[in-house]
């Protein structure tokens, strides 16, 4: 099959496409030995002797690893989007993206353990691994770039990103089970012949090695077939590269012209559900919902939209769009409450006293039982009693928060602001 993929481009000087991944499993591997990812290795390495604590050491375990993960998943991201260097700021990953992580794992493994139990047979068994094997590549990285457990957990995803990048997609999972089988092979010799303490130390060096190189395969192979994958590396931002989505965007809005709204909502949702698609779909199949009067699917769409734009840290158009949609529907908030609770910052700082308040108001109605309800509560009063006069609405926010709240630090916030509403100065109260 001839790979068109290679050719090299037409842009404002000649620049190659990404060389393929298998001419370059040296420097894959000797990618966590280098820059800021060696540096980091070695960091997280030392804090993870500290795991050996009574007490605090599992804890500490724990938290190292978290960044182990958000780090690994920044060099995916970092790869993806075109930089073969080692990020020198790699923890701007949430944790949420790792605990999703975690899950997406638990469910994978609770699946192929529901084949076994109902089929009792090997063979299927065995067919469940394979495809659960074959699916998680696709599965991360898919849940790495947008965030969405749901579309990470949907097998059409996965198998849409193999079909796309075809046979290699085979040849990278081929490599990526090489390196995470040295990685386990050194494992064990390691635990055999060095003594305990340094076996731990080297074991970890070696675990980590096989993380980074795994994950920058992963984001490598993004930024080789991002064409096919429609995703736009930072790197190659030029004014005339190739848009992906221009075929689409011409498609949909020559359908739009001719008077065929419907026909260009099809097109792009079919899109938008399969595949990574840039922010001006995202943006053009927004507006034809919003013109089509869809409201559920304008809801589902608008959340993930604003998640997208605060991912590309588009904070000041992700605000536009939440006072649009909080407009229309008073308890809109994005997919995931850190990013709403940012949001709600954001409008704050910059004097969006309004929004800010109604962001908190849907964060309250969407997640009551959130352990950050409390804090929540507390913000949306001090806006309504510093900025709008609303001392009645305020007090019932504080009692609100605590009623929910146990944490004693927390209470004893809200207790203070409830004290200064009897006062003149509200502001006085402010944590």
Same mark, same amino acid.
């Given at each position: ?13 000649? =620049? ?59 060099? /995916? ?65 898919? +849940?790495?770039?947008?965030?969405? +457990? ?10 849409? /990103? ?72 930072? &790197? ?33 949702? &079919?899109?938008?559900?399969? *595949?990574?698609?840039? /922010? ?6 927004? *507006? ?19 998640? *997208? ?38 409008? *704050? ?11 908190? =108001? ?39 928060? +605590?009623? &929910? ?27």
């Amino acid at each position: 099959m001839e790979d068109r993929r290679y050719r090299t481009r037409a842009r404002s000087g000649h =620049s190659a496409a990404p060389a393929p991944f298998w001419t370059r499993t040296r420097a894959i591997a000797l990618y966590p030995l280098q820059g800021s990812a060696l540096w980091t290795l070695v960091a997280l390495t030392l804090c993870s002797l500290l795991g050996i604590l009574p007490g605090v050491g599992w804890i500490i375990a724990i938290v190292t690893w978290l960044a182990i993960y958000k780090y690994a998943f920044e060099i /995916l991201r970092h790869t993806a989007n075109g930089h073969l260097e080692s990020p020198q700021h790699g923890f701007d990953v949430g944790d949420g993206t790792v605990l999703r992580l975690i899950l997406l794992m638990i469910l994978m493994v609770a699946a192929v353990a529901a084949v076994a139990l109902l089929t009792r047979s090997p063979a299927l068994t065995g067919v469940a691994l394979l495809l659960a094997a074959l699916l998680q590549p696709g599965c991360v990285i898919s +849940l790495a770039l947008d965030g969405s +457990l749901r579309r990470a957990l949907n097998p059409a995803v996965s198998l849409g /990103l193999a079909t796309r990048i075809g046979w290699p997609y085979l040849a990278a999972f081929g490599l990526l089970f090489v390196i995470q089988g040295s990685a386990f092979t050194a494992n064990r010799w390691l635990h055999r012949y060095l003594p305990p303490v340094l076996d731990d130390l080297a074991i970890t060096v070696v675990s980590i090695w096989g993380l980074f190189a795994t994950f920058h395969l992963m984001g490598y192979l993004v930024y080789q077939y991002h064409e096919v994958l429609g995703f736009e590396p930072d &790197a190659l931002d030029a004014p005339d590269r190739h848009d992906p989505d221009r075929p689409l965007l011409d498609e949909a809005e020559g359908q739009v012209r001719d008077g065929h709204p419907e026909a260009a909502l099809e097109t792009l949702r &079919a899109a938008v559900r399969s *595949r990574a698609v840039g /922010l001006p779909v995202h943006e053009l199949y927004h *507006r034809l919902l919003r013109q089509g009067a869809r409201r559920d699917e304008l809801r589902e769409h608008a959340r993930h939209y604003v998640s *997208r734009l605060v991912d590309e840290r588009q904070e000041r158009r992700a605000l536009a769009l939440m006072r649009e949609m909080l407009d229309q529907q008073p308890d809109f908030v994005p997919a995931q409450d850190a990013q709403a609770a940012l949001l709600a910052e954001r409008a *704050r700082l910059a004097g969006q006293y309004q929004l800010a308040g109604d962001i908190l =108001s849907a964060m309250l109605k969407t997640w009551p039982r959130s352990p950050q309800a409390p804090q929540w509560s507390l913000d949306a009063a001090m806006l309504l009693a510093e900025r709008f006069g609303r001392d009645d609405d305020a007090r019932a926010l504080l009692q609100q928060g +605590l009623a &929910a709240s146990e944490d004693e630090e927390q209470r004893r916030k809200l207790q203070a602001a409830l004290k200064a509403l009897s006062g003149t100065d509200i502001a006085a109260a402010r944590p």
